[in-house]
């Protein structure tokens, strides 16, 4: 009855013993030996590097190495588009601390490892468009500062006029123009360039590796333009401005939340005079 079970189970269960610096198998099965290629009937008694195949039986002999210190090392291992938790345990006789047998227990995780991946995915990208949303947004942009080396600028978008269609033509039109949206801003990006969408009718963007006010003036120009072109959504026109506000790392701030606050105040400047422009921040703003 154990053994039939364990054919059928989506794991492996390998037996070890060392022979001065020879890995032997003394016993395999499960399931997913023969995803590997591996036949258990005529594995016994060889090498473990005959059985393995080679990226799996590194990963195995360090579990092992490491195991020595710890009696048990978990490692991963993928293969076949499947990821498996391997488990290292070793037998040892209690008086002379004699390593006995090595087990190492792989069982497959995959659908775990799918959960946790599609979990995080979500908590990092918004909903609606599947741009990075602002967690995300704070991430990257705090990790950037942390290196230090290279310069960008934050750029903080408010849609012009996003409500009024959102409230005259419908928020199945108003979801179409955002996700459109998203589409256009981030097809700009260019190299380490990424987009965001913080929520709303917000978006951010940033530029990377920008060194002066003049290609900073281009590449918002460029990004201004883009909102700007019409959208066909069911079969009707629609056009939008923007108002953006700029921040620059590290002449302006030095962390994301002062780079965000000095773009979103630099936003409003042009909110509050006629919308449809951008403007770099300047310390006026903070008066």
């Given at each position: 009855?154990y053994n039939e079970?364990?054919q ?7 037996r070890?013993v ?5 890995i032997?198998?003394k016993?395999?099965e499960?399931k ?5 290629g591996i ?7 060889k090498?473990?590097?005959e059985v393995l195949?080679k990226?799996?039986?590194k990963l195995?002999v360090?579990g092992?190495s490491?195991?020595c210190?710890?009696r048990?090392y ?9 990821v498996?938790e391997n488990k290292v ?7 002379d601390e004699h390593?006995?047998?090595?087990i190492?227990?792989a069982n497959d ?5 799918e ?7 979500l908590?990092y990208h ?7 949303n602002?967690l995300c947004l704070k991430?990257r942009v ?8 290279r310069?960008?600028?934050?750029c903080?978008i408010?849609?012009d006029?996003?409500?009024e269609?959102?409230?005259t033509?419908?928020h199945?039109v108003g ?8 589409d256009?801003?981030?097809g ?7 987009a965001?969408?913080?929520g709303?009718d917000?978006?951010?963007f ?6 002066s006010?003049n ?7 460029n990004l201004?333009?883009i909102?700007?072109a019409p959208f066909?959504i ?8 923007s108002?953006i506000?700029v921040?620059?790392f590290?002449k ?20 509050d ?9 300047t ?5």
């Amino acid at each position: 009855m154990y053994n039939e079970l364990v054919q059928i189970l989506p794991s492996i269960i390998l037996r070890l013993v060392k022979n001065r610096d020879n890995i032997i198998v003394k016993h395999c099965e499960g399931k997913a030996l023969s995803e590997l290629g591996i036949d258990a009937s005529s594995a016994h008694d060889k090498l473990l590097d005959e059985v393995l195949p080679k990226d799996y039986y590194k990963l195995a002999v360090e579990g092992i190495s490491q195991a020595c210190k710890n009696r048990e090392y978990i490692f991963e291992h993928s293969f076949n588009k499947k990821v498996y938790e391997n488990k290292v345990q070793l037998i040892a006789d209690i008086s002379d601390e004699h390593i006995q047998e090595i087990i190492i227990f792989a069982n497959d995780i995959t659908r775990i490892r799918e959960s946790e991946d599609k979990a995080k995915y979500l908590a990092y990208h918004d909903n609606l468009t599947d741009l990075p949303n602002r967690l995300c947004l704070k991430e990257r942009v705090e990790a950037l500062i942390k290196e230090m080396d290279r310069h960008f600028i934050m750029c903080f978008i408010d849609l012009d006029g996003f409500k009024e269609i959102n409230d005259t033509a419908g928020h199945d039109v108003g979801d179409k123009l955002l996700k459109a949206m998203a589409d256009r801003i981030s097809g700009l990006a260019d190299n380490d360039d990424f987009a965001a969408r913080i929520g709303g009718d917000e978006f951010a963007f940033i530029f990377m590796d920008i060194d002066s006010d003049n290609q900073i003036k281009e590449k918002v120009n460029n990004l201004s333009k883009i909102i700007a072109a019409p959208f066909t959504i069911d079969g009707q026109l629609y056009s939008l401005t923007s108002s953006i506000g700029v921040s620059r790392f590290p002449k302006d701030a030095l962390s994301y939340n002062e780079l965000i606050k000095k773009s979103d105040l630099a936003m409003y400047e042009i909110k509050d005079n006629g919308k449809d422009g951008f403007k770099i921040f300047t310390s006026e703003e903070m008066v």
